[in-house]
């Protein structure tokens, strides 16, 4: 029994003890072998003859050794962890088709005016334009007279004249005794006659069927000139004409045959187109 016994504590100290061997062959004190492989076959077949023995002499069957395969894990070295990136640049497929013009979007609001720029140099001065059309001037002008008296009647008498001085354009009918306005403006008219001694003078200056001005002299023993003249704005078919006005009074204007009493004149003095 003493035998066995001591067998069995020298058995426990080899198994105890660390190997010269596998201390060698390790740089790493802590490490142990994971595979049985990795131990020297001498020291695997010495420890399996041990273990038989004293299996032997104790008169049990001989078990299976456990030899341990792996590392614990808090031996083990994890395994790093790797996130793909993926770089999009080189997955860019060709440019596609221009798409169809958008509605237009609302009006933004108005911002603040900025401030005034510099001013900036001079330019070059330009070429001559082409010459315009030639500057339209526009006339209308007339003076008629009469040398024959004309006495007052029981109706409206319009004054004839059978003496024509100037007639520019045949703007005056001498048929008439009226003035047709074919350029509307402003025009200037005046008329002269002579009285009659012991006798009225009574004539209007007319503008179509309207009297504008008159021109009176009262019954005298003497017989003088007399005058009216008037401005008026005419439109384009406007008559202008001078007319004794009837027998309810008597009156009349003096001329003879051989010197002109009475005159009658108009002219333009601005076109109503111009500025």
């Not at 023995?53 to 395994?79: I, K, L, M, N, T």
């Not at 004309?150 to 009226?178: A, C, R, W």
């Not at 003249?229 to 008597?250: A, F, H, I, N």
Request: aromatic fraction near 10%; charge should be negative; charged fraction near 20%.
């Amino acid at each position: 029994m003493e035998g066995l016994w001591v067998l069995r504590v020298l058995l426990l100290s080899c198994l105890l003890l660390p190997n010269p061997v596998l201390s060698q062959t390790s740089p790493n004190p802590d490490r142990h072998p994971a595979d049985p492989e990795e131990v020297p076959p001498k020291h695997q077949e010495a420890r399996a003859t041990q273990e038989q023995d004293s299996d032997a002499q104790e008169g049990v069957p001989p078990q299976p050794h456990c030899v341990r395969c792996c590392e614990p894990p808090e031996h083990r070295f994890p395994y790093p962890q790797y996130q793909p990136q993926i770089n999009m640049t080189i997955l860019k497929g060709e440019k596609g088709e221009r798409g169809e013009r958008g509605m237009q979007g609302k009006f933004g609001k108005t911002g603040v005016a900025g401030s005034r720029g510099h001013t900036g140099p001079k330019g070059q001065k330009g070429s001559a334009g082409a010459p315009g059309e030639r500057c339209k001037s526009h006339y209308a002008a007339f003076s008629v007279g009469r040398k024959k008296p004309l006495h007052s009647n029981d109706y409206y008498q319009p004054l004839i004249f059978d003496t024509e001085f100037v007639n520019l354009y045949e703007h005056f009918n001498m048929f008439t005794g009226k003035f047709y306005c074919y350029i509307p403006g402003i025009y200037y008219f005046s008329l002269n006659v002579h009285t009659w001694n012991q006798k009225e003078t009574y004539l209007h200056i007319m503008r179509n069927g309207a009297e504008v001005v008159i021109l009176y002299a009262q019954v005298s023993d003497r017989s003088i000139m007399q005058s009216q003249s008037v401005m008026l704005e005419l439109s384009e078919q406007d008559e202008v004409w001078v007319r004794l006005y009837k027998g309810e009074r008597e009156n009349a204007v003096f001329s003879d045959e051989y010197d002109t009493y009475i005159t009658f004149s108009g002219h333009l003095i601005k076109y109503s187109g111009d500025p």
